[in-house]
């Protein structure tokens, strides 16, 4: 580098306030790098039997478990907001319960019931479908077991009649989020086969064996029945690359989009992927993370609608096509206004 550069530089650095862009709203706005909009958010529904049957989740404050028609109406509530699309994960009955999780293929299960009336009542809206067995399980884990051996081929079996009658009740996004190997090649496969080749496939391809799933299994009822941990099939918290060698795979067996989940303490593993894989990567804001601002909020600790709002803004930051959030109304209705 020349005396001569050197010295223009020193004196161009010595004139320049990166404040300038930020000192008034409507610069900042104009230079503003991430966008957040109602149709970057999906929210998730919880589905319980009944009619207008509307039941709270204690560690979810605000969030709700739906009855089908109740769904409906959330359904005409995010389409009317530009919500593009809802996530539905049902609480099955204990006594549709099984040790195999058959009813998870049953084609009058509660999911599917509930897929066919909200496509019936509101078509415009997508609908992401669920693919794993713990909410339909007697000991809560997202395949079969063998003692306390999870049986991955003869789960993906499963998986995969669960997911045609989900298409066939009108699923448009079938979401495995077993992580059982190969279930996405099988998939695809079986799709293709009955007809469904436009059916997407969302991969829960970085799922981590978190502790921020708690109130979610709650939501659904499976927290209790949980035998044991779901560290055999859901990744480590402290590897990065594995993380990189299930999405590869997954994309090689043909999904569509990929899920990360948990998603802000795993920012960097959606960053990863977009940049490495170049391919729409998803995040679930999941019910944790939800928890915990919902609750410092109510304890006068951070502002609530601040901490939503900055938290979206990260995973778009981070390179999100979409975030699974139950903040969804929330900040659908706060951008619309």
Known sequence: MSKNFERVNMDFLAGRRLRRSRQYGWSRDMVRETIVQPSDLIWPLFIIEGENERQAVKSMPGVDRLSIDLAVQAAKEALALGIPALALFPNTPADARSEDGSESYNPDNL???????????????????????????THGHDGLLD?????????????????????????????????????????????????????LLLSYAAKYASAFYGPFREAVGSGSRLKG????????????????????????????????????PYLDIVREIKTRFEIPVFAYQVSGEYAQIEFAAQAGAIDRQAAMVESLIAFKRAGCSGILTYFAKDMAELLNS
């Open 229 to 264: 941990d779901k560290k055999t099939y859901q990744l480590e918290p402290y590897n990065r690359e594995e993380a990189m060698r299930e999405v590869e795979q997954d994309i090689l067996e043909a999904a569509d989009w990929i899920m990360v989940k948990p998603g802000m």
């Open 147 to 199: 003692g306390e051996r999870i049986l991955n081929d003869e789960s993906v079996e499963i998986l995969v009649k669960q997911s045609l009658n989900q298409v066939r009740a009108g699923a448009d996004i079938i979401a495995p989020s077993d992580m059982m190997d190969g279930r996405i090649g099988a998939i695809r496969e079986a799709l293709d086969a009955e007809g469904h080749q436009n059916t």
């Open 111 to 137: 999911m599917c019931r509930a897929l066919s009336t909200i496509k019936s009542a509101v078509p415009e809206i997508g609908l992401i479908a669920d693919v794993a067995l713990d909410p339909y399980t």
